[in-house]
């Protein structure tokens, strides 16, 4: 590499707040009062909070020096396969914090917040554009309460049909938390395992389908960044004994404006749009897993619902087959809007460009690395892409080691371990917001820790060596874990 990003500089530690303050100090000036001084009943507050008595620039340099031991989307690339890290655009953070929105409180009536109910009655319309179904909900709060919310509505299905079920496929390249969602509504899960492709084939679901099955759960894209090739048929499997199709959307990112779900036999679809639609990922939340849903599923999506008469937009629950509320209010709604901003500000075209080019990076990745690094399904992938470490298993040197070296490199590690169906796999997802000149970057970082693999070995396995904390006793930590406060 010309010139490597990571390096050493002025990073301070830092005391804890307690530990600075200091008797008397203060970081404002109070006015003086113009009533007579009430002192408080000490019995009943006693000394007060213990709060320590800090400057302003005491407060600025802490929060400051604290602020460059993180490395975020804004600090570099972040190639977190299966959780689309992506850049997102500031605007639709200005968006969300206009006054109309931030300071709507949720218990208005109708009247007065037709601003709101409008803009998250046409996001749900886009979602239903966008992913092809029939109607969408945005109550979900995240993505695995989306599936559960998928996983109710097939139960609610069921049910009113007089053929309540049992059991659930779950294939392994699935999302983790597809089985937990599915035996939450009193399924089943039925593991079946991809084939030699990474890809579910139809026999292997024939052979699991039966009547008491109340349908699949796929991920698609799957989790090893594959599309699968026989989701029309295997939907076809599905219907033929009366089972329905939920479809794991967390990796929309890679087909929107390219699939049509619903034409491919998805019955019912959750979305991530912490992922895909523009709000920064990680951190705890919040989130947002709108379902989208066909015909065959509408009349049982979540209460209230908006509904639009004569231009005016209000809240209804008049629709008896409704699985009811499933969130306080109607979900995080400040991440709709900037759902909401990331679609009109990118347009049809813009959304479709944006899921090609996070599959030309993922393949450029691919091609690039394919001859250092082990790739277990060398075919076209979507917007991820998983070597594992089987080439470096000469030298003793394992994807972690790969992981710590690459932040000595300027570069957030990218998921590791993950999916479990490769051993030591190493999951790569550039986004389609990274350019070309960075992730040239990443895969001359990646191929030189690679030849650093065979010619010293101990470096990588004593890495990271540039980052503020050193790599930690993991097997230790492991054994005997510190519990105290």
């Known amino acids: 590499m010309n010139k490597n990003l990571g390096t050493t500089g002025l990073i301070l530690n830092e005391p804890l707040l307690w530990e600075k303050g200091s008797k008397g100090r203060t970081g ?13 009943d000490s019995e009943l ?9 800090l400057s302003e620039v005491d407060v600025v340099r802490h929060y400051t020096r604290l602020s460059t031991w993180n490395f975020g989307v804004d600090t570099g690339m972040y190639p977190l396969g299966s959780c689309t890290m992506k850049y997102n655009p500031k605007t639709n953070e200005r968006q969300a914090r206009l006054p109309g929105f931030a300071g709507a409180h949720p218990l208005l009536p109708p009247q007065l917040a037709q601003g709101a109910l409008e803009l998250m009655y046409k996001l749900e319309r886009y979602l239903d554009e966008v992913t092809g179904m029939q109607a969408t909900s945005l109550q979900p709060a995240a993505g695995a309460h989306g599936e559960l919310a998928g996983m109710l509505l097939i139960y609610a299905y069921h049910k009113h049909r007089g053929d309540q079920r049992s059991k659930i496929i779950i294939p392994d390249t699935a999302h983790g938390t597809n089985p937990a969602s599915a035996a939450l509504c009193g399924y089943r899960p039925v593991p079946v395992k991809s084939n030699e492709n990474g890809v579910l084939s139809v026999e292997t679901i024939e052979a699991v389908m039966d009547a008491e099955t109340a349908g699949i759960m796929v991920t698609n894209p799957n989790t090893i960044g594959l ?20 479809c794991d959307g967390a990796n929309m990112n890679a087909i929107m404006g390219i699939v049509d779900m619903n034409e491919i036999g998805i019955d019912v679809l959750h979305l991530n749009l912490h992922k895909t639609f523009s709000t920064p ?41 409704s699985i009811g509320k499933l969130d306080t209010f109607h979900g995080h709604f400040g991440v709709m809007i900037k759902a909401y901003s990331y679609i009109m500000s990118m347009g049809a075209a813009g959304l479709k460009k944006a899921s090609q080019l996070s599959v030309l990076n993922a393949n ?32 003793k040197i394992t994807t972690l080691d790969v992981a710590k070296r690459l932040m000595d ?11 479990l169906v490769v051993p030591g796999a190493i999951m790569i997802e550039p986004t389609e917001t990274e350019c070309k000149q960075d992730i040239d970057r990443f895969i001359e970082a990646m191929q030189q820790i690679a030849q650093e693999a065979k010619e010293d070995p101990e470096l990588l396995k004593s890495a990271p060596h540039r980052s503020k904390v050193r ?15």
């Not at 006015?31 to 408080?40: I, R």
């Open 281 to 321: 990922h990680g951190g705890g939340g919040p989130g947002s897993g709108p379902v989208c849903v066909n015909d065959k599923l509408e009349p049982f999506l979540p209460v209230p619902r908006i509904v639009e008469k004569d231009g005016q937009y209000n809240l209804s629950e008049d629709f008896p087959r």
């Open 409 to 419: 490199y300027g570069f957030h590690p990218p998921t590791v371990y993950f999916p």
């Open 45 to 53: 507050v006693g000394d007060g909070p213990d709060f320590p008595d």
């Open 471 to 485: 790599r930690l006793d993991e097997t230790t930590a492991a054994r005997k874990p510190c519990l105290a406060n």
């Open 227 to 246: 599309f699968e090739d026989h989701i029309r048929e295997i939907c076809r499997v599905i219907h033929d004994k009366g089972g329905l199709v939920y």
């Open 28 to 40: 404002f000036s109070v006015p003086e009062s113009d009533v007579d001084a009430s002192p408080l």
């Open 364 to 395: 450029y990745i691919k091609e690039r690395l394919k001859s250092t690094y082990h790739l277990p399904h060398d075919r076209p992938c979507m917007h991820e892409v998983v070597f594992n470490d089987q080439n470096l298993q000469a030298y």
